[in-house]
T-cell receptor, first 110, second 115 residues
Framework: DAKTTQPTSMDCAEGRAANLPCNHSTISGNEYVYWYRQIHSQGPQYIIHGLKNNETNEMASLIITEDRKSSTLILPHATLRDTAVYYCIVRTSGTYKYIFGTGTRLKVLA | DAGVIQSPRHEVTEMGQEVTLRCKPISGHNSLFWYRQTMMRGLELLIYFNNNVPIDDSGMPEDRFSAKMPNASFSTLKIQPSEPRDSAVYFC?????????????FGPGTRLTVL
């Protein structure tokens, strides 16, 4: 079973920031938070991951709460091409296994 | 780099036929994964190879499914005999040496339809 809870769907206006929440209240100390997205009919694409600290890369920012029980993926300026299903995954360090939940279907509106 | 390559992209077959899906991982990656995605069950890991050796096949649904990795640049997933409930999109993914914290790179998938 997935260890994360995400809203089923969200809308965001083009050019605005998209903030996608994820709850992982049972996360343990050696578990990372990963985000992937899947654009229609394509394979999942890695976005970002983190352990404790906030992370930023060219695609997004990841904000992890101090107690690590939840996180938020931020797409700073959403475009129509960001319309996709976004998966939040908890993965134990040193292991290979992802358990994909149902994700959040983000629709970016023109 | 061409990324993970899968073939065929689409496969339509009849129940009872053998189906072989193919995957070429990214050069230099030594971990390879086969996933299956359906509307009902979402994205599920079927099998994981490390250095061409199957490490975890607990996700393989039943004996009709088999996977091989004869060398570092090629893997197959075979279904024999195929059944309509095997209809799904099958993804192959690879990752860099060391299972630590690396990302997995997914291929475009093979859409399988069993009639």
């Amino acid at each position: 079973d997935a260890k994360t809870t995400q809203p089923t769907s969200m809308d965001c206006a083009e050019g605005r920031a998209a903030n996608l929440p994820c709850n992982h209240s049972t996360i343990s100390g050696n578990e990372y938070v990963y985000w992937y997205r899947q654009i229609h009919s394509q394979g999942p694409q890695y976005i970002i991951h983190g352990l404790k600290n906030n992370e930023t890369n060219e695609m997004a920012s990841l904000i992890i709460t101090e107690d690590r029980k939840s996180s938020t993926l931020i797409l700073p300026h959403a475009t129509l091409r960001d319309t996709a299903v976004y998966y939040c995954i908890v993965r134990t360090s040193g292991t290979y296994k992802y358990i994909f939940g149902t994700g959040t279907r983000l629709k970016v509106l023109a | 780099d061409a990324g993970v390559i899968q073939s065929p992209r689409h496969e339509v077959t009849e129940m009872g036929q053998e189906v072989t899906l193919r995957c070429k991982p990214i050069s230099g990656h030594n971990s390879l994964f086969w996933y299956r995605q359906t509307m009902m069950r979402g994205l599920e890991l079927l099998i994981y190879f490390n250095n061409n050796v199957p490490i975890d096949d607990s996700g393989m649904p039943e004996d009709r499914f088999s996977a091989k990795m004869p060398n570092a640049s090629f893997s197959t997933l075979k279904i024999q005999p195929s059944e309509p409930r095997d209809s799904a999109v099958y993804f192959c993914a690879s990752s860099l040496p060391g299972t630590g914290d690396g990302e997995q790179f997914f291929g475009p998938g093979t859409r399988l339809t069993v009639l």
